[in-house]
């Protein structure tokens, strides 16, 4: 017998039980999703009850354009441009790790080509929150003086002061595009707190003003100034800066959180980086998760009488261990010249500490 014979009769034979088996499949599997206690796990509707408590979660906060993964955004459009070719055999930096392993530029000075990325990030809004509770009022003036030096210049910035003191925010000369908003909010007598509660008031602040009026946030310090270029290159859907005091250590040194109890706990064996509470952001639909889930930890470490040893510090390193960030920013983004001394790859300070007595500006 011919083989193609025997396919084209067989197959006729084949395709009957074939065919009716589908059907019934199709006929039970509509029986079934009707039959209570049938139903697979992911087709099963939440309670209104469960409905109303997760869509309190992080991940489930709504979508929005940028709320995408992190390959699928979408590539703008730049015009022409006259900039230096990169050369493949000759990388710009060979002193300092310039890649997370999971694919998260590192930036550091020399990477990166601001004619370029400004043409990619034009039309962006940025928001740059900060608080100034009680006495960290006085560092808003420099801070404001040097952000409008190098901050983002050229872009449209919202400045989001959080204090509790509003006629202590001092007036400041703004360039075009860029304006003050003034957010009054409560104090607390720690300082702790203070620092803590921040992630819960951006969380608040992003559902009501941020989401309509700025792409990116950028949540620093107060108690710091710019000293060189800050610009569109440390923009990502969500970027942590490497505390300059860890940078080279080895992640069992690094001052994570490490009583179980706390949901802050990251175990010995685990850790990408030590990244610092002071400069993090993001698009504003992923910091609203990182705050929320923050914000959310420490509600529950409170609960059991717990309190991480480095606050929300501890906690932001805990999400970001779990949720890597798309971009890294090196030290030259956070530094302090008077605690520590600068290495010979550090071609770049951008924003520093400046001097504080605490005794005399803490809980104050
Ligand atoms: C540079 C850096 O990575 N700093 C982090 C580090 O502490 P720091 O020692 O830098 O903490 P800090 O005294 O600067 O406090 C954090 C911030 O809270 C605000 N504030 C604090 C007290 C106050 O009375 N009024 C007020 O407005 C202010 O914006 C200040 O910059 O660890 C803290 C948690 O322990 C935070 O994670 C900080 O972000
Ligand atoms: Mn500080």
């Known amino acids: ?91 710009t930096r060979v002193d300092v790790l ?18 370029v990325l400004d043409a990619q990030f034009r039309n962006t809004t940025i928001g740059l929150t900060v608080f100034a509770i009680k006495k960290y009022v006085v560092f808003l003036k420099l801070f404001l003086e040097t952000a409008e030096k190098y901050f983002m210049v050229g872009h449209r910035v919202n400045y989001y002061i959080f204090t509790d003191r509003p006629a202590d925010v001092p007036q400041v000369p703004l360039g075009e595009g860029r304006q003050v908003v003034v957010l009054e909010v409560r104090n607390y007598s720690r300082w702790q707190d203070i620092s803590m509660h921040r992630m819960e008031m951006i969380r608040n602040f ?27 290159e440390i923009l990502a859907p969500l970027f942590g800066t490497l505390h300059p005091g860890f940078y080279a250590a080895p992640r069992q040194s690094f001052t994570y959180e490490r009583r179980p109890l706390s949901q802050a706990y990251i175990p010995r064996d685990e850790g990408d980086f030590y990244y610092a509470g002071g400069f993090f952001g993001g698009s504003v639909p992923e910091v609203q998760r990182l705050t929320t889930a923050c914000h959310q930890a420490m509600v529950a470490d ?9 606050h929300d510090e501890s906690h932001l390193n805990r999400y970001l261990l779990y949720h890597k960030p798309s971009k890294v920013l090196s030290p030259e983004y956070l530094w302090d010249e008077h605690m520590l001394q600068r290495p010979p790859f550090l071609r770049k300070l951008r924003y520093v500490a400046v001097p504080k007595n605490h005794a005399e500006i803490r809980n104050r």
């Not at 950028?218 to 610009?231: A, L, R, Y």
Request: a negative charge; proline letters at 9%; hydrophobic letters at 40%.
């Open 98 to 115: 310039v890649m997370t392993p999971w694919f998260a530029p590192i930036i550091w000075d020399g990477t990166f080509d601001s004619a």
């Open 302 to 310: 409170k609960a059991k009488g717990i309190e991480a040893v480095w």
């Open 206 to 232: 992003s559902q009501q003003r941020f989401l309509h009026e700025v792409d990116y946030l950028v949540c620093v310090d107060v108690d710091m100034k710019f000293s060189d270029h800050v610009g569109v």
């Open 1 to 91: 017998m011919d083989p193609r014979d025997f396919w084209g009769k067989s197959a006729k034979l084949w395709l009957c039980p074939i065919l009716l088996f589908v059907a019934c499949l199709g006929f039970y599997s509509n029986v079934f999703s009707l039959t209570p206690g049938w139903q697979s796990k992911e087709s099963q509707s939440p309670e209104p009850q469960q409905l109303q408590e997760s869509s309190l979660q992080p991940e489930s906060l709504p979508l929005s354009e940028c709320d995408c993964h992190l390959d699928t955004c979408r590539i703008p459009e730049v015009p022409r441009l006259i900039y230096p070719k990169a050369q493949v055999l000759k990388p």
